[in-house]
């Protein structure tokens, strides 16, 4: 049985796959992919786990999701940046997904020629943890699904239903390629704009996505 497989009878895809050019995917983003999330991605689409968990699609609906928009190369900026340490060289390390609580997984890029050998890395959330999976993306989701695999930033709560897929609904953005030339941004400008905001936001560590994002709303103008 195929990882796909085993992930397909555990959670239901939606009917239709998608079809993706995984040439001009691979192409914009100047890196092969691993050939488990290219099923995968075609099988199921952009959507989220269990309410819970958005895995990165070159088709996401947002810049949120999106695997070739800029959240890979803005969380890796962020990474240098980083108040607490990080266990990987941070350019080895690729975003490919986010949960609600604002842990983001990652691909550890290496080696770089051989994608379909890299782990899943999962970092908490404004904490100092991770976690390392040795195996692939398809993997990691089956086996965190089939309540198999236990990460712990994760909450168990995502259990307390059966594996579910939901589509997200789309909309009319459209994703400007990766260029991978994010520049870290001042995170003190971010916090002192967030508290003159009415935002409770940490002192340490990483900005929750959310109130960057409203921070970049408020100030595109300016």
Known sequence: MTALTALTQLCPPPSQAMGIRW????????????QDYKELADRYGPGTFNDYLDVYHPHGVTEYVNLTGPMPGRIRAQLHEDAYPVPY???????????????YLFWITD??????RWQIAVNEARGPRW????????????????????VP??????LDAPARFVPHQPTLWKPAPYSGD?????????????RAHG???PSRGRIPPEIRAAWERDTAGS
């Open 111 to 116: 080696p770089a020629a051989d994608p379909d």
């Open 199 to 201: 935002y409770a936001v």
């Open 131 to 150: 976690f390392t999976y040795d195996g692939t993306l398809t993997d990691f989701l089956t086996a965190v699904l089939a309540g198999e695999l236990q």
């Open 89 to 103: 060289d941070p350019e080895t390390l690729f975003a490919c997904g986010a949960t609600y609580n604002g842990e």
């Open 153 to 158: 930033m994760f909450p168990p709560s995502i």
């Open 23 to 34: 040439d001009t995917v691979e192409s914009s983003l100047g890196r092969p992919l691993p």
């Open 182 to 194: 994010d520049q870290p941004v001042d995170t003190g400008a971010i916090r002192t704009w967030a």
